[in-house]
């Protein structure tokens, strides 16, 4: 007996072609774009920080109101595939962006790896290294950028 495995979506579509659920499915659960960042608009240099938007549930790395969460959070960015490429602040493991530039997806990611805790236990996610914005003064959150050479998300200025 003969058994044909068809190829995930990811793999024969894509980004625009993709119904909603599948590209929602696309997102990895890491939680790092919900995550402050400040962009040096002279170099285009981008510096993540720990502090996370006040919807962020930290442990699930999920919006804790994903649907209303553009409205509740001034700011917040809704990903579209045309968006994918010019939001450069978006991980360099984030699957939008893997996609986009023709890359297949991380081996930790849930839709491979069939387990929805495997980007965290990769290390991937902002899980036990982020704390939310409400514990953190606005004028603190420069006190928590994660120095370049820690931060294996950073785009490289020369991307």
């Not at 930290?58 to 969460?69: G, K, M, T």
Request: hydrophobic share 30%; aromatic share 8%; net charge neutral.
């Amino acid at each position: 007996m003969l058994i044909h495995h068809q190829n995930p979506f990811w793999k024969t579509k894509t980004l625009e072609e993709m119904s909603l659920s599948e590209w929602e499915s696309l997102c990895d659960g890491c939680g790092l774009c919900c995550l402050q960042k400040f962009e040096d608009k002279k170099t285009g240099r981008i510096d993540y920080t720990t502090v996370a938007c006040y919807l962020l549930d930290i442990d699930r790395c999920r919006c804790r109101s994903y649907a209303d969460r553009a409205h509740l959070v001034k700011g917040c960015l809704q990903l579209t595939p045309a968006k994918v490429i010019a939001y450069r602040w978006l991980p360099k493991t984030c699957s939008y962006r893997l996609l986009s530039q023709g890359k297949d997806l991380n081996w930790w990611h849930p839709l491979v790896s069939k387990d929805s805790e495997s980007v965290h236990q990769a290390g991937i996610s902002a899980r036990d290294r982020a704390i939310s914005e409400e514990f953190v003064h606005p004028d603190e959150v420069v006190d928590y950028i994660v120095p370049r050479h820690h931060n294996q998300h950073a785009e490289s200025s020369q991307s």
